[in-house]
């Protein structure tokens, strides 16, 4: 039969299966990628949090209900975690391409919401747990609203309203019914602008880097590449630091000790040489990125030097800082002895890891495998020293 002659339900359906196969072609292996990097880095706290003597989703979600500070709090955390792994919707390789194909409306926002749906599943098994299907349906289209909202309103400033009301709306604590019915229909139309508007300039812009010291400047520019395309090595840094500091906080409180210390350096050696480990490979790249500029204006070695090893040891030294003063409260130690001691720890483990991923890079052998086996060395060492003490 000729292709003119086919049915208009069955053309329907070629065309819906097409686009759903193009979209997840090209978006299906970046989005698949950040969702693993954010279930991953979540499954480790969530796995101490929830454990059988631990909290449960049910605390949680009546929690939420009670209060509208915990509510926001919650709510914004999530937001901050998803947001940036919702954008390789917008922003991966081929997207402009598919603008291009002007694919048919229906099928894109499903197939989009579908991938929407994968980065934002750890929330709604939350849900799903502590209140069911319906209060998780609508838990995930809010999520995905919001999320849709706050990207395209970097390009267009009034979207910036629409995120402020669901987050208003939010805050209120809807019903799941009327909740899930707004968020679905709110989620769809925020995907669809946010899609469209990806390629404009962002109209909200900070300008972090103006003219300024040199090793000011370059630790700059690290950190937003780390902020920018890591930031998936990025959430990884920052959940196992913030693994550890929860594990010392709970042993702390159960397990009372008069020297909190070596505890505290045996708790968060392992987190800590993570955290600085996932930062080495961006900063390398971004180093490389700058190479010709730097030498071109003649920067000092031991400047980039310096500057490299304190964008590695940012994140692991604010988390090592937060854990020790949240730690003192759950023992009698000084807040600002426990929080030194564990900066000094962090620099000195993130020195450590910087020097090797760095030494490989010179030598132009730097491997998962080989630079994997150093992280775990240095770590194993850093046990070994804390246990000692």
């Known amino acids: 039969m000729p292709r003119d002659s086919e049915p208009a339900p069955e053309r329907r359906a070629i065309g819906v299966a097409r686009v759903l196969r193009a979209v997840v072609a090209v978006l299906g292996r970046p989005v698949h990628l950040n969702a693993l990097a954010l279930s991953v880095a979540l499954g480790i706290p969530a796995a101490i949090l929830f454990s059988s003597n631990g909290l449960r989703a049910t605390d949680i979600v009546a929690l939420l209900h009670r209060s509208w500070r915990a509510r926001c709090l919650l709510w914004a955390g999530w937001l901050a975690l998803s947001a940036p792994a919702l954008s390789v919707l917008f922003s991966a390789p081929g997207t402009n391409t598919l603008r291009a194909l002007r694919l048919p409306r229906a099928p894109l926002l499903g197939s989009l919401f579908l991938l929407a749906v994968l980065i934002e599943l750890p929330w709604a098994v939350l849900f799903a747990r502590g209140a069911g299907a319906s209060a998780a349906w609508a838990a995930l289209t809010l999520a995905v609203a919001l999320a849709a909202s706050s990207s395209a309103a970097l390009r267009r400033r009034r979207w910036l309203v629409w995120f402020v009301l669901g987050g208003v709306f939010v805050a209120a604590d809807p019903p799941a019914a009327l909740a899930g019915l707004c968020g679905s229909l709110w989620a769809l139309y925020a995907l669809h602008v946010a899609f469209r508007c990806a390629p404009e300039e962002p ?39 913030a693994t550890g500091g929860i594990g010392l906080w709970f042993s702390l409180r159960n397990d009372p000790t008069e020297r909190p210390l070596p505890r505290a350096l045996a708790a968060l050696a392992l987190p800590l040489t993570l955290a600085a480990a996932a930062c080495v490979a961006p900063v390398l790249e971004s180093e490389a990125r700058l190479r010709a500029l730097l ?39 000084s807040a600002a002895g426990l929080a030194a001691a564990l900066l000094a720890w962090a620099l000195t483990l993130s020195c450590a890891v910087a020097a ?12 998962a495998g080989t630079f994997a086996a150093g992280v775990t060395l240095i770590a194993t060492l850093a046990l070994f020293t804390a246990y000692s003490w």
Do not use: K, N
């Open 295 to 333: 030498r071109s204006l003649r920067v000092s070695r031991g400047l980039v030097l310096s500057a490299f090893l304190l964008a590695i040891a940012t994140p692991s030294s604010a988390l090592a800082t937060t854990t020790g003063a949240a730690a003192s409260t759950a023992c009698r130690a």
């Open 203 to 241: 109209g909200l812009r900070l300008r972090l880097l103006r003219p300024s010291h040199p090793f000011l400047a370059l630790y700059l520019a690290h950190l937003l590449r780390l902020a920018r395309a890591a930031r998936s090595r990025l959430l990884v840094a920052l959940v196992s630091g």
């Open 356 to 367: 090797w991923g760095r030494l490989l890079e010179r030598r132009g052998r730097r491997t």
